[in-house]
């Protein structure tokens, strides 16, 4: 059997996010839930796809996925999901064959699979176009993207932004961090986003949640970091007991000079926002020590 014939060879890399704040509103009839949160997107962790063009007349048009680590699909996962999309919505597609290395943790709450799907998604728009075809609209492309995971369109969009809906709502808005120092943590645990849904909604009550921050606080002005961070991560509540390690490490933090401290997403990764430079790099040589991998950011 011939081998392919490879077209060009791409290396993409893509980063992550943490959630600023995360509440946790309706359970909607899909099994999705509304929330409201603010993202950051971070350029480390990273995952990196090195894609292969390859002539088509050879190979079908067809997409293959190759990843070594633990828990992820090669024939079933965002990227997958995310071609055979583009590929209804536009009858373009090309034959590609990707390989994924996870820089990002799986299961760590750092939305690295619509990461990953995102970069992909315009990626293949941008190989589309090349070839002389329409594509689609950014608002279509976005639109797709919410159907491959609910943090797609921001990825897509990769700007600080306030989160409403699903995730697909967004508002850019400048960050409240400037100037601060970041200090993520990523230990060695893999929790299930649909587990830890489940889990809220069997023990959350039915008191009001806070009061959150909205698009019309954020209009025309820096939204401020204390009103941001206020509300805090609904996860909280439920991830910290099941897992006490996590527990463990926000209040290393803590003593370590951290200003914040918050779970990401639904965990099990952690960030701790410091005031200067030197205290976060003394907490985050500190965290090492103990196997955590950590990431420090100037933001």
Known sequence: ???????????????????????????????????????????????????????????RGELHVACDTPGIDPSRN??????????EATGFAPALSVRLEKGIPHGSGLGGGSADAARFLIFIQALAQEEGKTGLSPAALVDLGARVGADVPFFLLNKPALARGTGEILEPVPSPCAGLHLVLACPDLVISTAWAFSLLDEARSKAESPEVLTRDAARATRPSFARVMAPGNDFEEVIFPAFPPLARICESLRRDGAAVVRLSGSGASLFGLFTDGETAGNAARKLRTTGVRVFTHAL
């Open 78 to 87: 965002s990227l997958t999901k995310a071609y055979a999309l583009y590929a």
């Open 1 to 59: 059997m011939t081998r392919p014939r490879l077209l060009s060879f791409h290396r993409l890399t893509c980063g992550c996010k943490i959630n600023l704040f995360l509440k946790i509103r309706d359970k909607l009839p899909n099994g999705y839930h509304t929330l409201e949160s603010f993202f950051l997107p971070l350029s480390a962790p990273e995952d990196t796809l090195e894609v292969s063009v390859l002539d088509a007349e050879d190979s």
